[in-house]
């Protein structure tokens, strides 16, 4: 794990596409940087990364990845600040999370030399693809997928670890209605949820295909049990803020350890906003919402960062959140945001230079 990386091999692309790309209109992922990190593992050990031309890869239609879904991500932003320094946020996190998926999935871990240097060299190389208007950002995405063949479901031997970049502009526009769930669940407890791994969303897929049916724009995920628990927005971490207080739920086997949550709970304590990380009932949210004592929720992820829930609906009844002047989602996300792109000072050390 902590052997020195060798030179990692660049083969530079010989075109660019940057100039087809309309940097003032971009959607979220839908267009992809010149090069790609590729990391093989073959033979029991992740080899030498290469940076290539991003190109389709080529697989075994018995690659596990088909058949079993043996696969992982992260998610994660690269900013650039007025002075076009380079700076992504708490990456070390994204790295650790990444093995704890790996781990869950039965894929090996990826060392941090490979994840760090691989990452820096490729956003070095791409530097000219980190958007600079306001709320853009080069979205990152490293993941490992089973390469290796067999139709035997079992763990295959061989994998790829790639890192693709997307300049990306804002993830959602507008604020968000959502549907509380009372059917289906994204995660159990011994299961997966906690981890990133791709077989999750797709499960999301179709309750949420039922909820934009009924003029919703998400799912809240509820426990899997009792569906009482309030646990997730979507792919984001949610926040409930009830009179002055802020609460999310504490993580666990069913909720994923998302750094933006982290991060904007330690923001609001050091706004010295009353924080509680506790188990949050639909009944609690419900009667808060009919007595006024619900004044915001919003959803917490790298690619939204904060995105403001306008309103719920439960058991076929619509909550309208009110509209706050002073609210708790636009203070942490411009908090937030200011370190991320080295606007303020940043006092807990998350920012990282490339
Ligand atoms: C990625 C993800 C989050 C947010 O994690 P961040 O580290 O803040 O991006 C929250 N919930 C789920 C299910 C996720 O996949």
Redesign the pocket.
Known sequence: MEAQLKNIKIEKSKTTKINEVDFDNLAFGSVYSDHMLVCDYKNGAWETPEIMPYQPITLDPAAKIFHYGQSIF???KAYKDSSGATWLFRPK??HK?LNISARRLAIPEIPEEIFMEGLTTLLRLEKDWIPSNPGSSLYIRPFILASGNGFHASPADEYKFIICCAPSGAYFSGKVKVLIEEKYS?SANGGV?YA?AGG??AGQFYPTQLAVKKGYNQVIWTDDNTHEYIE?A????IFIRINDTLITGPTSDR???????K?ILEIAEDEGIQTEVRKITVTEVVRAAKSGALKEMFG????AVVSPISTFGHKGVDYDLPELQDNFASLLKKRITDIQYNRAEDKFGWRYKV
């Open positions: 992260e998610g994660m996190n994204n999370r994204r949820g990133k999750n969303y997730e979507g792919a984001m971490n909720i994923l350890d998302g750094i933006t949550r991060s917490a992820g790298t690619a």
